[in-house]
Nanobody
């Protein structure tokens, strides 16, 4: 089992920045691929970013590429999402998730563990 707890969400103006964190416990964090997903009101949950277990491979949704950066600190069992140049359409609940896959995947069904989510609201 893996427990995931997100933090760092909040209210920010358009153009601003936020840094989300996800603290993991219960399993060897360094052996898990980790991802961020988000769900806006009335919409389905969607992929945002993923990072491999060692941090050498990452992938982003086109909508956030160039603005968001995913990273991890395996010594601290923590996943991060640095979000810059935020837009109102980035408003959503952001979830971190863990996968046992070796290759980072973008499909929600491949993730076995999920956090409770943290709200990000971007005002215009």
């Amino acid at each position: 089992q893996v427990q995931l707890v997100e933090s760092g969400g909040g209210l920010v103006q358009a153009g601003g920045s936020l840094r989300l964190s996800c603290a993991a416990s219960g399993r060897t964090f360094s052996r898990l691929s980790m991802g961020w997903f988000r769900q806006a009101p009335g919409k389905e949950r969607e992929f945002v970013a993923v990072i491999s277990w060692a941090g050498g491979v990452s992938n982003y949704a086109d909508s956030v590429k160039g603005r968001f950066t995913i990273s991890r600190d395996n010594a601290k069992n923590t996943l991060y999402l640095q979000m810059n140049s935020l837009k109102p359409e980035d408003t959503a609940v952001y979830y971190c998730a863990a996968s046992d896959t070796i290759v980072p995947v973008t499909t929600m069904g491949r993730y076995d563990y999920w956090g409770q989510g943290t709200q990000v609201t971007v005002s215009s």
